[in-house]
C-alpha cells in the first residue's frame, strides 16, 4: 500500500510538467504550421550544414592559435589534415550515439524559445500573434532581420560558405529580404495605433526570447563539442608537436 501511494504521489507530482511539456509541444506545432519563418527556417539549415562542416575548422583554428603555430598551419598541410581528419571521425562517432550535433532547420529553436515562456506570455504572445501587427511583425521583423543576421554569419571568414547552390540560394533570400524591407515601413504605419504600440512591446519581448533560445541552442551544441575535443585532445597534442614549418 506504501508503495502504490507513493507511487501515486510521483504521478500527481509530474502531472503539471507533462501537461506544460504538451502545451510547448502544441504551440510550437501550431507556430510551425501557422506561422511559419520560411527564410529563417532555409537560412538555418544551410547555416547549421555549414557550421557543422567547418566545426573541426574553427576547433583547429582555436587549438593553432594557442599552440602559436601560425598561419601556415592549415588546409593543405599534411600535418592539419591528420589533425581534421581525427576531429571529423570523433564528430561523427558522437553523432553515431547521440544523434545530429547540430539539429537543422527551425523546430529545435522555436522549441527552445517557446520552452522559455512563461504562461503569461504563451497567452500573449499566441493572441499578438492573431493579430495583423503581430502576423506582420513575425514576418518581415522576425523573419526578415533574424534571416539576415544568419545569411551575414555564413558569409563571414576566416570559414566563409563555398561557391555553389547554398550560397547562391542564400543571396536569392538576402534578395527577398531586400525587397521586404521596402515594404515594411508603409505596411507598419497603417495599422492601428494601439497594434502599433502593442508590436513595440509584444515585438521587443518576442526578439529577446528568440534571442536568448539561440544562446541556450548554442550552448549545448558548444558544450558537446567540448567534450568530443577533450576525448582526442591528447592525440591532437601529438599531432601538434610532430608538426615542423
Given at each position: 500500500?506504501?508503495?502504490?501511494?507513493a507511487?501515486?504521489?510521483?504521478?500527481?507530482?509530474?502531472?503539471?510538467?507533462?501537461?506544460?511539456?504538451?502545451?510547448?509541444e502544441?504551440?510550437?506545432?501550431?507556430?510551425?504550421?501557422?506561422?511559419?519563418?520560411?527564410?529563417?527556417?532555409?537560412?538555418?539549415?544551410?547555416?547549421?550544414?555549414?557550421?557543422?562542416?567547418?566545426?573541426?575548422?574553427?576547433?583547429?583554428?582555436?587549438?593553432?592559435?594557442?599552440?602559436?603555430?601560425g598561419?601556415?598551419?592549415?588546409?593543405?598541410?599534411?600535418?592539419?589534415?591528420?589533425?581534421?581528419?581525427?576531429?571529423?571521425?570523433?564528430?561523427?562517432?558522437?553523432?553515431?550515439?547521440?544523434?545530429p550535433?547540430?539539429?537543422?532547420?527551425?523546430?529545435?529553436?522555436?522549441?527552445?524559445?517557446?520552452?522559455?515562456?512563461?504562461?503569461?506570455?504563451?497567452?500573449?504572445?499566441?493572441?499578438?500573434?492573431?493579430?495583423?501587427?503581430?502576423?506582420?511583425?513575425?514576418?518581415?521583423?522576425?523573419?526578415?532581420?533574424?534571416?539576415?543576421?544568419?545569411?551575414?554569419?555564413?558569409?563571414?571568414?576566416?570559414?566563409?560558405?563555398?561557391?555553389?547552390?547554398?550560397?547562391?540560394?542564400?543571396?536569392?533570400l538576402?534578395?527577398?529580404?531586400?525587397?521586404?524591407?521596402?515594404?515594411?515601413?508603409?505596411?507598419?504605419?497603417?495599422?492601428?495605433?494601439?497594434?502599433?504600440?502593442?508590436?513595440?512591446?509584444?515585438?521587443?519581448?518576442?526578439?529577446?526570447?528568440?534571442?536568448?533560445?539561440?544562446?541556450?541552442?548554442?550552448q549545448?551544441?558548444?558544450?558537446?563539442?567540448?567534450?568530443?575535443?577533450?576525448?582526442?585532445?591528447?592525440?591532437?597534442?601529438?599531432?601538434?608537436?610532430?608538426?615542423?614549418?
Amino acid at each position: 500500500m506504501k508503495n502504490a501511494i507513493a507511487v501515486l504521489s510521483l504521478c500527481s507530482s509530474l502531472l503539471p510538467v507533462l501537461a506544460q511539456a504538451d502545451e510547448v509541444e502544441y504551440i510550437t506545432g501550431k507556430l510551425v504550421a501557422e506561422a511559419p519563418l520560411k527564410c529563417v527556417d532555409e537560412a538555418l539549415t544551410i547555416s547549421n550544414n555549414h557550421f557543422r562542416s567547418i566545426l573541426p575548422d574553427l576547433m583547429l583554428d582555436g587549438a593553432r592559435d594557442l599552440a602559436k603555430m601560425g598561419p601556415e598551419w592549415g588546409p593543405g598541410n599534411e600535418n592539419y589534415r591528420q589533425a581534421r581528419d581525427l576531429l571529423e571521425m570523433a564528430f561523427q562517432d558522437d553523432e553515431v550515439s547521440n544523434g545530429p550535433l547540430l539539429d537543422a532547420g527551425l523546430s529545435p529553436l522555436l522549441h527552445t524559445m517557446v520552452s522559455g515562456w512563461t504562461p503569461a506570455q504563451r497567452t500573449e504572445f499566441q493572441a499578438f500573434l492573431k493579430q495583423k501587427g503581430g502576423r506582420l511583425y513575425w514576418d518581415t521583423m522576425m523573419d526578415g532581420a533574424m534571416c539576415e543576421a544568419l545569411i551575414e554569419l555564413s558569409s563571414k571568414p576566416p570559414h566563409p560558405l563555398p561557391p555553389g547552390a547554398d550560397k547562391n540560394r542564400l543571396y536569392a533570400l538576402a534578395t527577398g529580404i531586400g525587397i521586404r524591407k521596402m515594404t515594411m515601413e508603409l505596411e507598419f504605419n497603417l495599422l492601428p495605433k494601439d497594434q502599433t504600440a502593442q508590436v513595440e512591446k509584444a515585438g521587443a519581448e518576442l526578439s529577446k526570447s528568440v534571442q536568448q533560445a539561440f544562446g541556450t541552442v548554442s550552448q549545448a551544441y558548444a558544450a558537446r563539442a567540448q567534450l568530443v575535443f577533450r576525448a582526442v585532445e591528447p592525440d591532437l597534442k601529438k599531432i601538434l608537436a610532430a608538426y615542423k614549418p
